[in-house]
């Protein structure tokens, strides 16, 4: 027996159970009743409707916040890092800039093609 076969016998049984009484289905609608009354709510946490509010923004075509959040962040912390290398660099070369002008070296130490890695070394003692 598959599972069409199974279900579909069990919507019989169910259909055949659903023919009642009018007696016997007010007893049950009564009972129902009863029972839905007597259940306590449950209040949900005060920040619980944060989550579902979050979420159920849609982005662009349905992308949720929950995934432009993080690239937004993974952005900015990138152009940070990038911005703040760009400043490192300019500092590096103006601290050669300074090196330069303040410094009394022979017209030929400018001409030498080994004057930047003198310079590095210079620069690093």
Same mark, same amino acid.
């Given at each position: 027996?598959?599972?069409?076969?199974?279900?579909?016998? @069990?919507?019989?049984?169910?259909?055949?159970?659903?023919?009642?009484? +009018?007696?016997?289905?007010?007893?049950?609608?009564?009972?129902?009743?009863?029972?839905? +009354?007597?259940?306590?709510?449950?209040?949900?946490?005060?920040?619980?409707? /944060?989550?579902?509010? /979050?979420? +159920?923004?849609?982005?662009?075509?349905?992308?949720?916040?929950?995934?432009?959040?993080?690239?937004?962040?993974?952005?900015?912390?990138?152009?940070?890092?990038?911005?703040?290398?760009?400043?490192?660099?300019? /500092?590096?070369?103006?601290? @050669?800039?300074?090196?330069?002008?303040?410094?009394?070296?022979?017209?030929?130490?400018?001409?030498?093609?080994?004057?930047? /890695?003198?310079?590095?070394?210079?620069?690093?003692?």
């Amino acid at each position: 027996m598959n599972e069409l076969q199974f279900g579909s016998k @069990i919507r019989q049984h169910l259909n055949r159970g659903a023919r009642l009484d +009018s007696h016997t289905a007010e007893r049950l609608r009564a009972a129902r009743e009863r029972a839905l +009354s007597s259940q306590k709510l449950e209040r949900e946490p005060a920040l619980a409707w /944060a989550g579902h509010v /979050a979420g +159920s923004f849609g982005g662009l075509r349905g992308i949720s916040i929950r995934l432009l959040l993080p690239l937004i962040v993974l952005s900015v912390g990138l152009i940070t890092i990038y911005t703040w290398q760009q400043k490192q660099r300019a /500092a590096e070369v103006e601290e @050669i800039d300074a090196q330069l002008l303040t410094d009394d070296l022979p017209i030929d130490a400018y001409l030498d093609k080994g004057f930047e /890695a003198w310079l590095k070394r210079r620069g690093g003692s």
